[in-house]
């Protein structure tokens, strides 16, 4: 039951990526990553080898540029930079917005099965990170549409670059430098290997996610500030501020928001940090001991020490606790992130929500429906401390009231566990998760 589930595309969230390292690059945030040095040389994997040279590739459609030679530069520059070299070669395709629309709705029900798809609305239902009746599938493609400026496929050998105005510029170069590093990552790091589509994991997934992003990132921000002009930088910056982009991220709900923006910009300061101003072998680390919750990519200190999350068991009889006509649709891990996101949906300040949630040890969270289409959630949550426990209950409680949600959070004093029911049988379910 995936509610926050990370698509076997790999695309680049315009808003997200390309306006943060903009941000980065002029000075208005923090540091970007260190620039690779100019003419350094890259260094190839055990059992590397060059690929072949990339076919021809053609410019936006009537824009009569060949963007062979554009790319290839990219190329070039990227593989010094990232340190990897490709396998095969994969041809761009520039495509405007109406074919990115096209291809996102042909690709949608073949990556969310119906009835993931409607787990996953019903647990954002019941949990007030959606309004009811909600169509996911339309608030998903709706955000992604006005987004997403490139994708990179690694099931289809697929690499695809969306020029929103017809030409060939500063977006879409960035766009292909972050897009190349992805089909690097998959050609000589594997990115099947780590699990990003468990469809019970999405907090894990998310953290995984956000280790390929923030790489990705990491590289089109240092080709970016080697590459481009103060006038390329500006233009940039332009169309990240593109009024429909903006829209699209402005209204899309606060959970899809975030749980897409999370891999960019969390993904990156994670990157950042473990790789310091080394090359990216301690990246390359990484993907061998990938990390296993968005704990781990919000406190890298965490990852570092390798603090695993601690397992959390419900009982297996959750359904028929809840009463006759009772079924349990499946099972997920929510997470620090999405715990957080669902306090601050629940008016909890942001500030006081991440202190709420820093204290997470591991969660776990059943589905249940029932007759007449009810629905209803058993969450069990365990924290490191009994203060931190204490923490997130009374913000709990404060987002149970203001989204006026149908059951309770029960939590003992001196306990580190906090249980949360929702729906009509919240408290047969209470009763079954214990304290």
Not at 319 to 342: H, N, P, Q, Y
Request: proline share 7%.
């Amino acid at each position: 039951m995936p509610i926050a589930r990370a698509p076997c595309r790999l695309p680049l969230r315009l808003a997200a990526a390309v306006l943060g390292a903009t941000l980065a690059a002029t000075g208005c945030g923090t540091q970007g990553p260190t620039t690779a040095p100019s003419g350094a040389t890259p260094s190839v994997t055990p059992g590397g080898t060059a690929g072949p040279p990339t076919p021809a590739a053609s410019g936006p459609p009537g824009s009569g540029v060949d963007s062979s030679a554009v790319y290839a530069s990219i190329r070039a520059d990227v593989i010094a930079i990232r340190g990897l070299q490709p396998s095969k070669a994969v041809d761009p395709v520039t495509i405007d917005a109406t074919q990115l629309r096209s291809n996102l709705e042909s690709e949608f029900d073949t990556e969310n099965p119906p009835a993931q798809l409607k787990a996953s609305e019903d647990l954002l239902i019941a949990l007030g990170l959606l309004p009811a009746g909600a169509s996911l599938k339309q608030i998903t493609l709706d955000f992604q549409a006005g987004q997403v400026a490139g994708y990179y496929s690694p099931e289809k050998d697929e690499l695809f670059v969306v020029s929103r105005s017809g030409q060939l510029g500063a977006a879409e170069l960035v766009t292909y430098a972050h897009e190349f590093t992805h089909q690097l990552q998959d050609q000589r790091i594997d990115l099947g290997k780590l699990g990003i589509d468990v469809p019970d994991q999405s907090d894990r997934s998310l953290a995984r996610l956000a280790v390929v992003e923030g790489d990705a990132v990491s590289v089109q921000t240092a080709w970016m500030l080697a590459n481009l002009d103060s006038e390329q930088l500006g233009e940039l910056l332009a169309s990240a501020l593109d009024p429909k982009a903006l829209a699209a991220l402005q209204n899309a709900p606060a959970f899809v928001r975030e749980t897409a923006l999370f891999p960019y910009q969390d993904g990156v300061a994670f990157v950042t940090r473990l790789k310091g101003s080394a090359d990216y072998a301690a990246i390359d680390a990484v993907y061998a001991a990938p990390p296993d919750s968005t704990e781990q990519i919000l406190h890298p200190e965490k990852y570092l020490a390798r603090e695993q999350p601690i397992q959390v068991s419900l009982p297996a009889n959750l359904a028929s606790v809840a009463g006759a006509g009772w079924s349990e649709a499946g099972r997920d891990t929510l997470g620090e992130l999405i715990l957080r996101i669902w306090l601050t949906a629940g008016g909890v300040p942001a500030a006081q929500a991440k202190i709420a949630t820093a204290g997470w040890g591991g969660d776990r969270v059943a589905l249940l429906r029932g007759p007449g289409g009810a629905t209803g959630l058993g969450i069990q949550t365990t924290w490191d401390t009994a203060t931190d426990a204490d923490e997130f209950a009374a913000a709990a409680t404060t987002a149970f009231a203001a989204l006026a949600l149908a059951g309770s959070v029960q939590h003992a004093a001196g306990s580190s566990t906090v249980s949360i029911a929702i729906g009509p049988t919240s408290a047969q379910l209470l009763a079954a998760l214990g304290d």
